[in-house]
Nanobody, 122 residues
């Protein structure tokens, strides 16, 4: 399986937390960049966070820095996005993606999940 599968979305009040999970392909985990993107209604798909599969280096967009944490479980081969202090503007479909290079551009990612909806109420 090449296409990652994400889960964990839902409805939460502002200030609450959610944890998204992504199951990348076993072939790609540990070698490719794993990232989260999101797309809000009427907006473009934006970068959220990434983690390098090999060394675990992380990078975040300014909009989620200090609130979201991307992590990985090497044993389970899962990637997580812990989202704390959620805001209404975080409402979006969240996508897990894998790609060959470290980039915030969605064009560099080859494999995409179907997305999971995150809705934050005020």
């Amino acid at each position: 399986q090449v296409q990652p599968v994400e889960s964990g979305g839902g409805l939460v009040q502002a200030g609450g937390s959610l944890r998204l999970s992504c199951a990348p392909s076993e072939r790609t985990f540990g070698t490719l960049v794993m990232a989260w993107f999101r797309q809000a209604p009427g907006k473009e798909r934006d970068f959220v966070a990434l983690i390098r599969g090999l060394d675990g280096t992380t990078y975040y967009s300014d909009s989620v820095k200090d609130r979201f944490t991307i992590s990985r479980d090497n044993a389970k081969k899962l990637v997580y996005l812990q989202m704390n202090d959620l805001k209404p503007e975080d409402t979006a479909i969240y996508f897990c993606a894998t790609g060959p290079i470290t980039s915030v551009s969605d064009s560099t990612y080859y494999n995409w999940g179907q997305g999971t909806q995150v809705t934050v109420s005020s």
